[in-house]
């Protein structure tokens, strides 16, 4: 009887779970000082260069306009021109009065002032026309700088990119103690699991030979 429960409980031993022991066994004694060494030397360098990304410029999800940029072409490029055109304007207002007086026409006159009146007129479209060129300007300028707010944007976002890919790859070739905890025990369950249901297997294996042991006793003795 001892020889039948051996074979009913050896069968499957090594079959089943052998190969996950000597796995066990080979990941024990497998020699892997210089590769740690290695690694754990590059997740330090990870370590501490992960440590340098609280001092690094976070990823910008938004650009800035170049409504400033705008602001500032509009106002330079009309003050420019009125700038230039103030002091001619006020020439030109002195020069005309003047001929008109040598003309005979006195100061409050109609004549006198719609002359001044057209003269105004004149100047104001030129006044217009600065204006209009200022809005280019600033249509140019914010163009500039939306464009630079881009390209400042996309070169910080690339480089903390970057950055991070680098700690990734230094980190690439290492298993946390959690993974390897989690694959130690993964092996240890499964052995465990095939022990538990081949120790079960040979249960129902003892009992039924021990029930046709005795079933076939029962009928000897009848």
Known sequence: MSKSIGRMFSPGSTSNYGYENNYLNYLRNYNTYDYDQTANNMVATAYGMSNNLNTMPEYQFGVESGD???QR?????????????TPVYQQQNIDLSNQLVNQGIPVGSEAYIRAMQNLQNNQNAALNQAA????????DAYSQAFADNLRAA?????????????IRTLLGNSV???????NLYNIQNGVQARKSADMQQGLNNFN????SSLSALGKSLI
């Open 68 to 70: 400033a940029a705008r």
């Open 154 to 166: 996309q070169f910080n976002n690339n480089a903390r990119q970057s950055y991070i890919d680098q």
């Open 132 to 139: 209009y060129q200022s809005v280019l300007s600033g249509q």
């Open 208 to 211: 039924t030979v021990l029930n």
């Open 176 to 182: 946390s103690g959690y993974d390897n905890m989690t």
């Open 73 to 85: 072409a509009e106002n330079a490029t009309y003050q420019a021109y009125v700038d230039k055109l």
